[in-house]
């Protein structure tokens, strides 16, 4: 029984992620047929909307963290880095990306820490791309770790939408980031 309701309640935050990246608006019904389960069940796991975007975002926290982790084992050059980091994320850019956008996600203080200390690791990143060289030292870090968000979601989009592979994408977001398109 714990089984099943361990796989109930993963198919419906995968089902609420792959309807909520797509339409934000979706509701709870719609997710519940998409996971395959009834709305008792959904509501007997998430009785609120936002207890489902609160579990949708604790997970998206934990891939970037698992992310982030695993690209500093890609050793020392902060250039292999990011592009571990690229490669590991951007074929789950849809599983955060409309996350931020919702109040009640943003309004809880445990994802703003976890948002604020991501932020705070890119941003060193970035800091050691620059002395590094790989990006110029002129150009603002916010603008580096926006730049490199929504790359990766430009990145994702076009992997949905059949016109790159996933590492072909993250290598084009590398590329774009580290040479611009020039």
């Avoid at 590991?88 to 996350?99: G, H, K, M, N």
């Amino acid at each position: 029984m714990r089984t099943q309701r361990l796989s109930s309640r993963q198919s419906i935050l995968d089902a609420a992620s792959a309807i909520w990246a797509q339409n934000p608006g979706a509701s709870t019904r719609e997710i519940a047929l998409f996971a395959g389960v009834g709305r008792a069940t959904l509501h007997r796991h998430f009785p609120h909307r936002a207890d489902l975007l609160k579990a949708l975002a604790d997970e998206a926290m934990a891939e970037i963290d698992a992310a982030i982790e695993a690209s500093l084992q890609a050793g020392p050059a902060a250039r292999d880095q990011l592009e571990a980091y690229l490669k590991i994320i951007v074929p789950r850019a849809d599983r955060s990306r409309f996350l931020w956008s919702e109040p009640d996600v943003m309004n809880d203080p445990q994802i703003r820490e976890g948002y604020a200390r991501q932020l705070r690791l890119a941003k060193d990143l970035v800091a050691r791309l620059k002395v590094e060289g790989s990006i110029a030292a002129d150009v603002p870090d916010s603008w580096v770790v926006s730049t490199i968000d929504t790359l990766t979601y430009a990145a994702w989009s076009s992997v949905q939408e059949g016109h790159l592979a996933p590492r072909s994408a993250s290598k084009l977001v590398l590329r774009t980031i580290l040479r611009g398109l020039g």
